[in-house]
């Protein structure tokens, strides 16, 4: 049984430059979760997608929007890249409800220079 | 905006003792709480999830505790192994949300 999968898992860009990410989500998930985890910090979240619609949006610009797809994958896109955008961006996916766990991914090292 | 605090100084102890790591939070009680380990390089891996209703959890070696006077989860591994040695990650969400409100994280070391 396959987990999250994520890719690709490290990424180096300039500022100003686009970026895409990509996401499968546990087997029998439909809900996809991203977040944001610099370094030394827990993750932020991003936002969320269940029905190939944002449901949830966390503090963060418009330049990070996304995307789920009729499979349940997920991409994450950022636009205008930033230094302070480098860190470690999680992939999460779980059934809908706000009790359930979520299975995390391992992770897309992004750096940005 | 609702907050999770967790002890940032990492937590060095002898193997074979009890860990008890802190999460504290702000403003109301989260309708759960749940506690996930993170290991370097990887994605934080859920270990035990505690109700608001609840005031104690057991998973093997693992126990949670959820006290809502304190507005504090305590999170306790026994009997400590080097395998043990990672960073552990408390995380609040609420009845009707789906987004997961995490604490900074305790690094945990166990020596052999």
């Known amino acids: 049984d396959a987990g999250v999968t994520q890719s690709p898992t490290h990424l180096i860009k300039t500022r100003g430059q686009q970026v895409t990410l990509r996401c499968s989500p546990k087997?029998?998930?439909?809900?996809v979760s991203w977040y944001q985890q610099a370094l030394g910090q827990g993750p932020q979240f991003i936002f969320q997608?269940?029905?190939?619609?944002?449901?949830q949006r966390g503090n963060f610009p418009d330049r990070f929007s996304g995307h789920q797809f009729p499979n349940y994958s997920s991409e994450l896109n950022v636009n205008a890249l930033l230094l302070g955008d480098s860190a470690l961006y999680l992939c999460a996916s779980s059934y809908p409800g706000g009790n359930q766990p979520q299975h995390f991914g391992d992770g897309t090292r992004l750096s940005i220079l | 905006s609702q907050k999770i605090e967790q002890n940032s100084e990492a937590l060095n102890i002898q193997e074979g003792k009890t860990a008890t790591l802190t999460c504290n939070y702000t403003?109301?009680?989260?309708?759960?709480l749940q506690w996930y380990r993170q290991d370097p390089g990887r994605g934080p891996v859920f270990l035990l999830l505690i109700r608001e209703n609840e005031k104690e959890k057991r998973k093997e070696r693992l126990k949670v505790t959820f006290d809502t006077t304190l507005k504090q989860s305590l999170f306790h591994i026994t009997a400590s192994q080097p395998a043990d040695s990672a960073t552990y990650l408390c995380a609040r969400s609420d009845t009707g949300r789906r987004a997961l409100t995490f604490g900074s994280g305790t690094r945990l070391q166990v020596q052999p």
């Open positions: 403003n109301y009680s989260p309708a759960y």
């Open positions: 087997s029998g998930h439909d809900t």
């Open positions: 997608y269940y029905e190939e619609e944002e449901r």
